[in-house]
């Protein structure tokens, strides 16, 4: 049977694990429930797996007869601390939604063990599937990495992908591939500019941060605009600020963080120092002091040209060639797939899936978010292929 007849033959199979486990979200970490449902059908297809590998992270592995490399296939499972608003038959039962569709995720990487389980005789090498927790943060991609996730055997490449509507213009079934860059480094600053607090009818007794900040937040908004390359992607957002007490009095401090997107390791080295510079220039200038941090999230998710031209190949036998996309402008979100990118070469890839509640379409996070089912198998094949491709080519 052809590999996307047997992925057929579990499409249903799919489908349930999906709706099961979107009835059970959990957040973070430490996701009790959703790990031991997974760990339970693993257990089930008679797969060997290692569980609590990075908070709830499972690492499982199937060997092949024939010995070659191995190839890791990831999927995420956590959820959003969203209540869900969709009155779907399966809907969330606890506070927590499946929001950004990792429910899907995991249920069509169980679909890909099933299958691969069924082809284990033909396997030449390992596949590796790796169940990862908090994507949504704070990141389990790294811990199940220090953990040995890649170890024994050694991972050679990973394979993973994303449902939904995240890759912008591609439509249900469609597949978007992206030769490198292809999501963001999100980084975040905390910013706390110091003055000196006084009456606010007498501002020259004092050093007002408020005003410093406003010039500051002003100026960071010139790094990206004036700065930096036009074509370079790259985002300064603040998102939160805090100062003062009541209207007639200049504070002592303000306090405001935001978050820093780009997608080039030197554009993100740069902009760490630079956004620091700036500040306290412009701090200095008028009389005041700041104190700035810089927390580097998830790396830029960054895909490997090679890898990705022989994934095409594979994903070809799977969807028509014309809903083969390629993503050539990168997405400002992050993922902490980048991780695991960054240690050996591999492909991450969108699968648009979109189910509209009322004729309309809610994005990702949102409580009314949903996702077509009959997208699951495609994706499952998608894996598959990709994984007994790359292990036959290599
Ligand atoms: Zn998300
Ligand atoms: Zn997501």
Not at 3 to 10: E, P, S
Not at 114 to 123: E, I
Not at 253 to 274: C, H, I, M, N, P
């Amino acid at each position: 049977m052809e590999l996307g007849d047997q992925v057929k033959a579990y499409e249903q199979q799919i489908i349930r694990w999906r709706r099961d486990l979107h009835q059970i979200p959990e957040v973070g970490l430490y996701l009790p429930k959703t790990a031991a449902y997974v760990a339970g059908e693993l257990k089930m297809m008679g797969i060997p797996h290692r569980e609590n590998v990075g908070g709830s992270g499972i690492v499982a592995l199937i060997e092949g007869n024939t010995p070659g490399k191995t190839i890791a296939l990831r999927a995420d499972m956590d959820a959003l601390a969203i209540r869900e608003e969709t009155e779907l038959a399966y809907a969330s039962t606890t506070e927590n939604m499946h929001a950004c569709g990792h429910d899907a995720h995991t249920a069509m990487l169980l679909g890909a063990a099933r299958v691969l389980k069924d082809n284990q005789h033909l396997l030449k090498g390992n596949v590796k599937l790796l169940f990862q927790a908090a994507e949504e943060g704070p990141g389990g991609a790294k811990l199940m990495l220090e953990e040995g996730a890649f170890e024994n055997p050694k991972v050679e490449a990973v394979l993973g992908l994303h449902t939904g509507a995240v890759g912008g213009n591609i439509q249900n079934g469609q597949v978007g591939v992206c030769f490198g860059k292809m999501m963001a480094a999100m980084d975040r600053f905390v910013i706390k500019v110091i003055g000196k607090g006084c009456h606010g009818a007498y501002p020259e007794k004092g050093v007002d941060p408020i005003v410093m900040a406003a010039q500051i937040i002003t100026a960071l908004q010139t790094l990206v605009s004036r700065e930096l390359q036009a074509t370079e992607p790259a985002v300064v957002t603040v998102g939160k600020i805090h100062g003062g007490t009541a209207f007639n009095i200049i504070p002592d401090a303000v306090e405001f963080e935001g978050t820093v997107r780009s997608t080039d390791y030197q554009v993100r080295e740069w902009l760490a120092k630079r956004i620091g510079d700036l500040t306290e220039s412009i701090a200095h200038g008028m009389r005041g002091e700041v104190e700035y941090e810089f927390f580097y999230g998830y790396p830029p998710l960054v895909n490997d040209p090679n890898f990705t031209r022989e994934f095409l190949q594979s994903a070809k036998k799977v969807v028509a060639e014309e809903d083969i996309v390629e993503v050539k402008i990168p997405v400002m979100g992050g993922e902490d797939m980048a991780y695991f990118l960054e240690q050996v070469p591999g492909t991450y890839f969108f699968l648009g899936s979109i189910m509209k509640l009322e004729d309309v379409q809610y994005p990702h996070h949102n409580s009314r978010f949903m996702l077509d089912e009959s997208v699951f198998a495609t994706g499952t094949s998608l894996l598959v292929q990709g994984a007994m491709d790359w292990l036959e080519n290599n």
